[in-house]
Every structure is written in structure tokens, then in C-alpha cells.
């Protein structure tokens, strides 16, 4: 229903540094079906996947490869039947120390949290009301991630920076991640579903993306050219933009709430 991006260890023998082609937009070359397999479809083209949730399951898929840098983006139409209760987010697999970074819609009323985890559990909510109904139609959710700074875009308007403050003592993402989807059910903490009204549909498109497979210390390189200086801030137009949506539309953000404020919240201006 969303997508996250979420650490996940393995060893690959053999890396191919092989770059995303972002102009192939089939979902079979780069993603695969991860569970749900009678919840999840895909059509011949391989340009838009459906992923149902329903009482008996919900369902997922993710990227083959991991990652060390990129530009990753997709389009998502969340389900239009209006209920809470669903969310995108992971389902905790690895708990505590791990990177994530994450959009989720937790139920179809537009609102949308992003979260990043730090080498720990999380807790870096921002939640924004969307400026349109994310269930009407496709929208694109995009995260960079390089050496200098992480930002989530909606609809190509950056609405959070995560930047690299290591030289502050702040960890920053520094193992490879795959990106996942998946829509399940989490009424314990995002409000009962109203299951008359199932099957909840979440359609995906436009599936190819820029991104450098592999160890974070080998994705650094400006031959990317995301991790190009245009890359490492945003120019003063995009943060203008970024500071007009985030005054309308954020609903909450743990840098202005006491107990979950952390270190980082001091360097992100
Ligand atoms: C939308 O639903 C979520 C989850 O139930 C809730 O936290 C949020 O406050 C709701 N937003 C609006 C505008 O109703
Ligand atoms: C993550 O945290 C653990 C435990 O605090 C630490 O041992 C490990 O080195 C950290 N990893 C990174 C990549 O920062």
C-alpha cells in the first residue's frame, strides 16, 4: 500500500554493478512477489502489480537486489474504500537496530506518516494530510538516498530531509536495503478495519528506478548521478517548497514532541 525501504542481511557472493535502467518499467526486472501469493497479482506486461487485503491475508513484494545509493520511486493508488486501520508499514521483522526509511498510509483518508529508522527502532514519525486523495488516483513516492542527505518527495515536492550529520555523531544509513510494498492489516494500532467492505486494493506502477546495487561503501561514486552535487542539498527553490508544504500539510513531527524529539532534530533545519 505504501513503500518502505528496509534493511535486510544477506550475503551475495557476486554483486553485478549493474545500474537500474529507469526507461524499463516492468516490475519483473526489478521486483519480485514476496507473500501473499493468492493476495497479490501482476498483469502480462509486468506494468502494474495489485496487492489485496482481505481477512485472510494481506500481501507484499521487494526489490531482488539491495542497495547503497539511489533514486527510488513508484506510483501508488491506495485503496478507495474509506476505513483505518491499514498500513504499509513493516511487520517488524527485524526489530531494533535497523535502517529504515518508509512511507506508509495508515488507512485511506489521505493521511500519510514517513519514518525513518536509524540503526534502532524507529520513532522519527511525520505525518502529513495529503493535499489530494491518494485512493483517486496514481502518485509517485520517491526517496533519495546518498552519502549527503536522505529526502522523501511526493509527487516530485520534497517534504523531508534526513541529511548526513555524521560529523555531528548522528548515525546515517550504512547497509544495503531493498525496497518493499505491502498492505496488511494493523488494527491494533492504526484503528479497527471495517471488513465489509473487503478486498482493500493497492495498485503500483512504474516500477524502474535509478539506484546502485551493493555495499553503501561502494555506491558513493559521482558516476551516479544522484550522488552528484546537485544532489547533496536541496536547491533554495525546492526548499522553499518544501518548507510551504510541510507548513500546510505536516500534522506531526516528533522533532516538536518532548518525548521523542532526538539529537538529529537540531541539524535537519
Ligand atoms: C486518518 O486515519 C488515521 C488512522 O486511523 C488517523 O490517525 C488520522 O487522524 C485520520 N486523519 C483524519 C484527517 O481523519
Ligand atoms: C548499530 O547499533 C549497534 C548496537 O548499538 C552497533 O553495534 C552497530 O555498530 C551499529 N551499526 C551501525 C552501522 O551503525
Known amino acids: 500500500m505504501a513503500f518502505f525501504i528496509t534493511i535486510f542481511i544477506i550475503f551475495l557472493c557476486a554483486f553485478t554493478m549493474q545500474l537500474g535502467n529507469a526507461a524499463d518499467n516492468n516490475f519483473n526486472t526489478y521486483y ?19 496487492l489485496k487485503l482481505d481477512r485472510s491475508s494481506g500481501a507484499g513484494f521487494r526489490s531482488k537486489l539491495e542497495y547503497g545509493s539511489g533514486l527510488f520511486h513508484i506510483r501508488i493508488k ?10 504499509s508499514a ?31 527502532s524507529g520513532h ?8 489530494f486523495d491518494p485512493s483517486k488516483d496514481f502518485h509517485t513516492y520517491e526517496i533519495l538516498w546518498n552519502p549527503h542527505q536522505i529526502v522523501f518527495f511526493v509527487d516530485n515536492i520534497p517534504i523531508r530531509v534526513f541529511k548526513n550529520n555524521m560529523a555531528q555523531g548522528i548515525t546515517y544509513p550504512s547497509t544495503p536495503m531493498h ?11 492504526a484503528g479497527p478495519v471495517d471488513w465489509a467492505q473487503a478486498p482493500f486494493i ?10 546502485c546495487p551493493g555495499d553503501v561503501s561502494k555506491c558513493g561514486s559521482q558516476q551516479y548521478f544522484w550522488n552528484g552535487p546537485n544532489y547533496w542539498e536541496l536547491s533554495p527553490a525546492q526548499k522553499q517548497q518544501m518548507e510551504d508544504y510541510r507548513g500546510k500539510y ?19 533545519v
Open 179 to 189: 525496497i518493499e510494498a505491502s498492505i496488511w492489516d494493523a488494527e491494533a494500532w
Open 90 to 120: 513493516p511487520d517488524n521483522q527485524a526489530p531494533g537496530n535497523h535502517f529504515e526509511l518508509d512511507f506508509e498510509f495508515p488507512g485511506t483518508n489521505g493521511s500519510m506518516i514517513t519514518n525513518v529508522f536509524d540503526n534502532d
Open 124 to 131: 522519527r514519525e511525520q505525518k502529513f494530510q495529503l493535499w
Open 32 to 50: 519480485s512477489y514476496l507473500w501473499g501469493s493468492d493476495h497479490f497479482s501482476v498483469d502480462p506486461q509486468g506494468t502494474e502489480v495489485q
Open 78 to 87: 491506495i485503496p478507495d474504500k474509506k476505513t483505518g486501520g491499514l498500513t
Open 250 to 268: 505536516i500534522t506531526y513531527d516528533y522533532c516538536n514532541d518532548h518525548s521523542n524529539r532526538k539529537k538529529e532534530c537540531s541539524f535537519n
Open 202 to 211: 493497492a495498485h503500483y506502477q512504474d516500477f524502474g528506478f535509478n539506484a
